[in-house]
């Protein structure tokens, strides 16, 4: 991490107070093409609406959401641990909406970001983390590097912000827990 940044884990009433600058970052990635459950135009009340029921979720602790802050006090990315699992998966959490608005690329966003959201999950207790991303996708060459395992592939899995149909590639991270 860069001495010009800090990630930081935002509160329910920290991603109310933000929703401008969160719901910037979801648009600039999903209008720059990334795959992130949203179609483009994305518009800003989509956006919006969607970073409150965040915030619901964050107060209900059923996730975390942690934020990459600038010096100046500005958010550049976010990513999601989300806890809330079915009971006999107390040990494992999922990881979504790894966003970094396109001013913040390429300067380990994406690495300081998941190094935290990791040590988080293993604050919690947590040894196994799944998640999925398009495949093909810069984010899954992203998550290889980090070390994480590729399970497999599921075909016309969903659609691309622009329409076409892509598969996901589902990955799992086991975490040394203490």
Not at 86 to 93: S, V
Request: proline share 4%.
């Amino acid at each position: 991490m860069t001495s010009s940044t800090r990630v930081i884990s935002l509160s329910h009433h920290d991603i109310l107070q933000r929703l401008p600058a969160l719901t910037e970052i979801l648009v600039d990635c999903v209008h720059g093409g990334a795959s992130v459950s949203f179609m483009q135009p994305l518009h800003l009340d989509t956006a919006t609406a969607f970073w409150q029921k965040v915030a619901q979720s964050v107060a209900a602790r059923e996730r975390v959401v942690l934020a990459v802050e600038q010096a100046d006090g500005s958010l550049v990315g976010t990513v999601q641990l989300i806890t809330d699992l079915p009971e006999n998966q107390p040990h494992r959490a999922d990881v979504a909406e790894l966003l970094v608005h396109s001013r913040g690329r390429r300067q380990g966003i994406a690495g300081q970001l998941m190094t935290a959201l990791e040590q988080e999950a293993v604050r919690q207790g947590k040894s196994v983390l799944v998640l999925d991303t398009a495949t093909g996708s810069g984010a899954e060459s992203f998550y290889q590097r980090c070390g994480w395992q590729k399970v497999g592939e599921i075909p016309r899995y969903a659609l691309m912000p622009d329409g076409k149909m892509t598969a996901t590639s589902v990955f799992y991270k086991f975490l040394e827990n203490p």
